[in-house]
């Protein structure tokens, strides 16, 4: 790890902005990183104080919850290499009650906090990859139909984009590069240098 990306992440880990325009300002954590970009553009998080909150605590269900909880479905269902059942029912258990949670508020709502904003787009990077964590959606209509929306918006589109998603064309095997990096993660050691 360098020491100037320490500089500006103390955890050493991605994501990270630096805002150019506001004297080199980094910023690292996801949802934190969603807050200053809402807040400096004005946009996907309303100004009043009841619809602020109701934003903040969908992205903080994200952020204590449904990223957790998918993440270690991740690790236990496809990265480590040893597989133990109990972990694995457990996290894509807690992962598919987080879900009917998010289902239950969209058969409410368009959106999880009313309009479009952070919440959304903090759910829907983790959500969008249940299949990945192994978590069953069946039933979870509003869910699903939320997905589709949200897949549909054109900034959506250009946004999974990058990077390219047609840069390998073998998924398959971009999967597996994908399982041994996060594999060594997990374990500390280092994959192969031709991997």
């Not at 258990?93 to 009917?100: D, Q």
């Not at 479009?116 to 979870?140: H, K, M, P, T």
């Not at 398959?172 to 993660?185: D, G, H, T, V, Y």
């Amino acid at each position: 790890m360098s020491r100037l990306y320490l500089k500006l992440n103390p955890n050493g880990r991605i994501p990270t902005i630096v805002d150019a325009d506001n004297d080199h300002f980094p910023v690292f954590e996801s949802g934190a990183i969603l807050v200053y970009l809402a807040e400096k553009t004005g946009q996907l998080m309303p100004t009043d104080v009841k619809g602020r909150s109701r934003v903040m605590q969908w992205l903080m269900f994200q952020m204590g919850g449904v990223g957790p909880m998918m993440g270690q479905a991740n690790v236990f269902y496809r990265y480590m290499p040893e597989k133990i059942e109990l972990a694995i029912k457990r996290y894509q258990g807690e992962g598919r009650r987080l879900l009917e949670v998010l289902d239950h508020q969209l058969g409410q709502q368009e959106y999880l906090a009313g309009d479009y904003s952070i919440a959304d787009i903090a759910n829907f990077c983790w959500v969008r990859i249940y299949q990945w964590s192994g978590i069953d959606v069946e039933g979870l209509d509003h869910l699903m139909r939320w997905l589709g929306d949200i897949y549909a918006r054109p900034a959506v589109q250009k946004g999974l984009q990058v990077p390219d998603p047609n840069h390998d064309q073998d998924r398959e095997q971009n999967a597996e590069r994908l399982i041994k990096s996060a594999r060594s993660m997990v374990s500390g050691i280092e994959p192969d240098a031709k991997d």
